[in-house]
């Protein structure tokens, strides 16, 4: 027998909870499929873990700058275990609130592997479900490199790096997004030997330059050997060391550690989900959606990063509710979504921050546009704390002013990047930011500066 329900969401992780409580919310009967754990990727392992760890390297880190601020600490000692337990604690606490939301009698909840078995029929474990849609939300999982000999060598990811509780002496950290930059400078503020390899020709590869440059030198500085535009070619082991052999400018080169963390990045999870009886077309590594998450079955809705956009949460959240909203109004205008305020964070020291165009955006688009730039190692504030890598920088319409992209490297950026949002988000101005009053001193008013040359660049009013 089949069970009907009007809209079936597969996942119940961030995108997948915000489409279920809209389309609950617009009077749908809803179910959930999701086999566990619950929770979805980034209470579980993504963003919540990891910043929970980093603010224990963090203060590892200030800890040893005592003596610039007239402080002597000594005998700092790291306990990973006690760093994860902290963790688990939390996580532990933020899970238990979205399990407690998706068992929540408005919903249906079915914790089972769900495939498509036609376009409109799926299978949950032993039984069969049909709805008038469905909305994919299956999230990611990490994708493996085929790189010789790294299977036999064995190695972390960030999963399994996320549950160690005994320091490894040294590392070699493959990647240069995200991910891998925060847990290579986490191990390595907390005493373990780091050597990161990237592929690219700079760390961040989808960053402006200039914005990649202040945490390369920081994390040099902090001692961490740094490669990049680099080949990987193969991995072996010998006597507990495994060792990586790659290409570096052309160079041949290796590096030897005890352990190696895989963090070259993660693939749209629709593994099993057949979706080829579902008729849905599909590239080899995402689902293809429009701007109202539609696939090309247009009551199958694909949210989040199973369908190869952006991965972050708060985007993913709003790609649930469009689907959720668009599934229940199948006759009425639908919802888009709109990147204009594509806004990405980087928590490493220093962190980066972006909202809207970059640079290489708006050069590839051939949009004009005028920038401008402020250091904070000129800021008063910033220099108060002793935190003084990297600037801020601004672009703007050349004619109106209008602010098209805002990016920030330094202190507190992924605090100060919502002055710049909520700007943006009105279609504001440097006329308008530089308006606003800021008080002093503070990091925030590092905006206004960057704001007073562009007003000063733009013809008059």
């Not at 290579?184 to 373990?192: D, K, L, M, N, W």
Request: proline share 5%; with cysteine; aromatic share 4%.
């Amino acid at each position: 027998m089949t069970h009907s329900h009007d809209i079936i969401i597969i996942g119940g992780g961030s995108a997948g909870y915000a489409a279920a409580r809209t389309a609950q919310a617009e009077g749908a009967d809803v179910g959930i499929v999701d086999q566990g754990p619950l929770g979805g990727l980034c209470i579980l392992r993504g963003c919540m873990p990891t910043k929970a760890i980093l603010r224990s390297s963090d203060l590892a880190a200030l800890i040893r700058r005592a003596p610039e601020f007239g402080l002597h600490a000594s005998n700092l000692q790291v306990s990973l275990s006690a760093i994860i337990d902290r963790k688990n604690r939390l996580i532990k606490d933020f899970a238990e609130d979205r399990i407690q939301a998706l068992q929540h009698p408005r919903f249906a909840l079915y914790q089972e592997h769900a495939h498509f078995v036609s376009p409109t029929i799926i299978q949950v474990g032993q039984h069969q479900l049909s709805a008038k849609a469905y909305i994919i939300a299956t999230g990611s999982v990490i994708s493996h490199i085929p790189i010789p000999g790294l299977e036999e060598a064995g190695y972390l990811t960030s999963d399994k790096a996320l549950e160690l509780e005994t320091l490894p002496e040294s590392m070699i950290v493959l990647g240069g997004g995200p991910v891998a930059l925060e847990l290579a400078q986490f191990f390595s503020r907390i005493g373990v030997a780091v050597t990161l390899i990237q592929r690219s020709h700079q760390i961040l590869s989808d960053s402006d330059e200039d914005l990649v440059r202040p945490v390369e030198a920081h994390l040099r500085a902090e001692g961490m050997t740094v490669y990049t535009n680099t080949r990987l070619q193969h991995v072996e082991t010998s006597g507990g060391m495994k060792t990586v052999h790659f290409l570096h400018q052309g160079q041949a080169q290796h590096v030897t550690a005890t352990s190696i963390l895989q963090a070259l990045g993660r693939r749209p999870n629709i593994d099993g989900l057949n979706l080829e009886a579902a008729q849905i077309a599909h590239q080899t590594k995402a689902i293809s959606v429009n701007k109202e998450m539609r696939t090309s079955q247009p009551h199958i809705f694909a949210v989040g990063d199973v369908n190869g956009g952006h991965e972050i949460v708060h985007i993913a959240i709003e790609e649930g509710e469009i689907a959720g909203w668009n599934a229940m109004h199948p006759d009425q205008p639908p919802r888009h979504y709109h990147d204009r305020l594509n806004t990405q964070v980087v928590f490493t020291d220093p962190q980066v921050a972006s909202v809207g165009l970059s640079e290489r955006e708006c050069l590839d688009r051939q949009l004009p546009y005028l920038v401008a730039s402020y250091p904070f190692n000129d800021h008063g504030k910033s220099l108060c704390l002793g935190e003084t890598y990297g600037h801020v920088k601004v672009l703007c319409h050349p004619q109106s002013g209008e602010i098209l992209g805002g990016h920030i490297v330094g202190p507190e950026a992924s605090e100060l990047i919502h002055e710049l949002i909520a700007i943006m988000h009105f279609h504001g101005t440097v006329h308008d930011l530089l308006q606003i009053p800021h008080y002093h001193p503070t990091l925030a008013e590092i905006l206004t500066y960057p704001a007073e040359e562009l007003v000063g660049k733009l013809p008059p009013a």
